[in-house]
């Protein structure tokens, strides 16, 4: 029994850890440069299924889909991450200089556009049976119970690093320059400052975190599938981001492991099997509750944004 | 320095500038004043790039600037604070400063990430320039303050300061006095006089308070109704009838006093 506890764990922190490498991202957009992206999750798809379609060997003649490029893992998951960066720009062009309010129309109607697309387009994606089965980095060296410690040593690793290449973007100057957009764009633009550009980097830098979530996940879960993408993780990003504290990047990583205990502590909880339907309800609730009472008493969330200060 | 050549602009069916022409030399401070609705905060936005012209040329050190964006005008500089002091709140004072330095290598991504010696050099120098300004302001104390938590006065001076600090040559200031106790608009003179005689800065003054005015201006425009009606020395102007006329019977209950 106890080693199954620590399977779990491992499998629930693993979890975590991509959530915290997903809400680095909207906390660079939204957080420090205050875009409020409705749209994250399509991020988080097309870096998943970039990454999956890039490493899949190329398809035998009985199924629906035609691409699959073979490359290695590690490629696929760059790919993924560059592509995520590249839609940034693209719905970025369009958007980031109208007002605010577009852009969060815009991101929003765009991730439910592609969930549809990646349910329509069978021929890249292989429509809502999507794409299961997939291998998992390193798989070959470990048996399967060994494997989810590496793998969560694996996010670990890649959480460490994340953190601190957005721990060194935001202390920069460029840190400092995205709160000056989101603070106030008119000053900005006064002092000279090309606040477009500011928020599409923001925007590019963001989707590539999302992007690089998203192929982690897509080996997480072993599989993609639209159903995957919908509006509800869009949402797992913000809801964690505003438990934890937004503008702080510790508050990224404290919210997503919030979250994720509020998630699957139902599971710890022993029901029969009329109550578990009950139970899984009462996620949501928690969630709901959460969120409500850290805004009432810590609006800031739980850590605030941290004040610079100079001698 | 700046040559402002035939202005209009309209929003919808208001005619909120006709034809504007003005000349700013270099090394002058210029008010400009005008009742209220007469269109000087949207001259100013024109010149600054926040709002397109209709027809018209502006000129900044002999270049043409109408068709640039605002930040490309900032970059030139020409600066400009905002009627309403629009301090970016969650930031600190000195936060604010740093941000107004241009030429930042650690303004990129890839600068941010790669470049981390450089930056901090280019930190360490802009912060001792960015704390003298402050001293001379009296800001200095508030150093470590956000931004949202100073008076309105400070964050007027604040605007002041971060403009100063991303070393413009031509500063443009919508009302700096408005809603400042007596005594910091004596400071706030001394400051703009300071600037201009020391480091040559040249300044266009969109005033109310005919005080400053007069005290500090070398040449005064008068707006009224979209169209500039006098320029001259601020002795002149207020004795011009036009303008009296102008100026006093559009802003009711204000007595003669106020112009002398």
Redo the contacts between chains.
């Keep these: 029994m106890g080693g199954d506890w620590a399977l779990f764990l491992a499998g629930a922190v693993s979890l975590a850890g991509i959530y915290v490498i997903y809400t680095l991202g909207l906390n660079i957009q939204f957080g420090f440069t205050g875009l409020g992206n409705l749209g994250y999750v399509a991020f988080f798809a097309i870096g998943a299924y970039t990454s999956v379609i890039l490493s899949m060997p190329r398809p035998g003649p009985d199924v629906a889909y035609i691409v699959g490029y073979g490359l290695p893992m590690w490629a696929g998951m760059i790919g993924g991450s560059l592509a995520a960066g590249f839609f940034a720009l693209l719905i970025g062009i369009p958007t980031l200089k109208i007002g605010e309010d577009y852009f969060v129309v815009v991101t929003f109607a765009f991730s439910e556009v592609l969930r549809y697309v990646l349910i329509n387009e069978k021929w890249l994606t292989n429509g809502t049976t999507g794409f299961y089965g997939l291998e998992r980095p390193f798989g070959e060296f470990f048996s399967g119970r060994a494997y989810e410690f590496f793998f969560l040593f694996l996010i670990l690793v890649a959480v460490v690093i994340a953190y601190l290449?957005m721990r060194?973007?935001c202390n920069?100057?460029?840190?400092?320059?995205m709160?000056?957009v989101?603070?106030?764009e008119?000053?900005?633009?006064?002092?000279?400052?090309?606040?477009y550009r500011?928020k599409m980097?923001a925007f590019i830098?963001g989707a590539m975190f999302a992007g690089f979530a998203g192929s982690l996940y897509a080996r997480y879960a072993t599989l993609v599938v639209p159903e995957m993408f919908i509006p509800y993780f869009t949402f797992v990003a913000w809801l964690s981001l505003m438990i934890g504290g937004r503008g702080n990047n510790k508050g990224a990583i404290l919210g997503c492991f919030i979250f994720v205990l509020a998630d699957q502590f139902t599971l710890f909880v022993q029901a029969s099997a009329a109550y578990a339907v009950k139970l899984a309800s009462l996620r949501a609730f928690i969630m709901g509750a959460l969120l409500i009472i850290v805004l009432r008493w810590l609006p800031a969330g739980i850590l605030k944004?941290k004040?610079?200060?100079?001698r | 320095m700046l040559v402002v050549k035939d202005i209009h602009k309209s929003f919808g069916g208001v005619k909120a500038l006709r034809g504007v022409s003005l000349k700013v030399e270099r090394g002058s401070i210029v008010g400009l004043i005008g009742p209220n609705g007469s269109g000087k905060t949207t001259l100013f936005n024109v010149i600054?790039g926040?709002c397109p012209k209709d027809s018209g040329q502006v000129h900044f050190k002999g270049e043409r600037i109408d068709h640039l964006?605002?930040?490309?005008i900032?970059?030139r500089g020409l600066?400009?604070?905002?009627q309403i002091s629009?301090?970016?709140?969650?930031?600190?004072v000195?936060?604010n400063m740093?941000?107004?330095y241009?030429g930042?290598?650690?303004?990129?991504?890839f600068?941010?990430?790669f470049r981390?010696g450089r930056?901090s050099k280019q930190?360490k120098v802009n912060?001792k320039k960015a704390l003298s300004i402050l001293e001379l302001l009296g800001l200095r104390n508030s150093?470590?303050e956000?931004a949202g938590d100073l008076s309105g006065g400070q964050q007027r001076l604040l605007?002041l300061s971060?403009?100063l600090a991303?070393g413009p040559e031509l500063i443009l200031l919508d009302e700096p006095t408005a809603g400042i106790n007596l005594t910091l608009v004596t400071e706030l003179l001394r400051l703009i006089k300071h600037f201009q005689v020391e480091e040559s800065k040249t300044f266009l003054i969109v005033e109310h308070n005919m005080r400053v005015i007069s005290e500090i201006c070398d040449m005064v425009c008068v707006l009224v109704s979209g169209k500039d009606m006098a320029c001259g020395e601020p002795e002149k102007i207020q004795k011009d009838e036009r303008v009296l006329k102008a100026y006093l019977g559009a802003v009711q209950g204000d007595s003669k006093e106020d112009l002398e």
């Design positions: 290449v060194k973007i920069s100057p460029f840190g400092r320059l709160k000056g989101r603070e106030n008119q000053v900005c633009l006064a002092l000279g400052k090309n606040t500011v980097k830098v944004e004040k610079v200060t100079y | 600054s926040f964006p605002s930040y490309e900032a970059m600066s400009r604070t905002f629009r301090a970016p709140r969650g930031m600190t000195l936060e740093l941000l107004a241009k930042q290598i650690g303004e990129g991504v600068g941010a990430l981390g930056i930190e912060l150093r470590n956000y605007s971060r403009i991303s």
